[in-house]
């Protein structure tokens, strides 16, 4: 697989591997077996980069993730998270947490249950109003300086954060969500990430599974499916929605692909400092997300999706109205 870089020295696969739903948010979490089995078939096929944070589970995510690529460890990138009010023993306190001295704790929480003497990539999972965003960076300056940190990362962070953040510490990845239906990015974050040179990693890149047309208005989610809080996937939004989706496919059976093939094709098409973390907890849908990297979109096909989505105006917020209060605008 291609390689591309976030910031000045990151260099990861073309297109990552979000872990999350293998242990949270999207109903009861996987087998462990089978969950090891996918991301170590993902590492075979040439990914590197692996996203996790503490909340996904809490905590089982990452020790999932660190015993999956504990064979491989220094062949692969790993990314994780701080930023939410976590207890020890996993007790959601509720609200975000980025002092300092929490940032410290988590990062050594982190490093023991990913069984690792580095985190590759630390986020910020969300800008937390009651800290400085200096004060965050500069935490996560003191990590980098120690070693215990490789590069500084932000998610959901508005461009005003962002420049203050990058000032004390150079910002490597900005991860926000961003694909062919939400689209938000790229009228500052996207040039304001450029200028800066710092990285782009969309996550849910396949629109939380709806791009890859396997559902539709009549689609049920477990009773833990985070979805189900989520206004845009109501049965009303879907309905409506759906309409983005029969646009692409269009274009997908044009190009002998699927509609997630060409929604992550679209995204790799946006620039070379886009990396897509899309993430899943089968084998076959692991291969045909890969398979994205070999679907050529031309000129034609690119400014096709453009209006096609431009056609469609998008139902429903993306989370539920107390996660839209946490994302930094």
Sequence with gaps: MDTRKLGKHLEVSALGLGCMSMSFGYGPAGDEAEMIGVIRAAVDRGVNFFDTAETYG?????????KALAPVRDRVVIATKFGFDIAPDGTRRGGLNSRPEHIREVAEASLKRLGTDRIDLFYQHRVDPAVPIEDV???????????????????EAGVRNIRRAHAVQPVAALQSEYSLWWREPEAEILPTLRELGIGFVPFSPLGKGFLTGKMDASTQFASDDFRTTSPRFSAEARAHNFALVELIGGIAA?????PAQVALAWLLAQGPDIVPIPGTTKRHRLEEN?????VQLDARDLADLDAAAAKVQIVGDRYGEAAMRMIDR
């Design 58 to 66: 809490p905590f089982a995510n990452e020790l999932l993730v660190g």
């Design 254 to 258: 044009r190009k002998q692909a699927t």
């Design 290 to 294: 890969l398979a994205s990297t070999r």
């Design 137 to 155: 960076a500069g935490a996560v300056r003191d990590l980098i300086a120690e070693g215990k940190v490789k590069h500084f990362g932000l998610s």
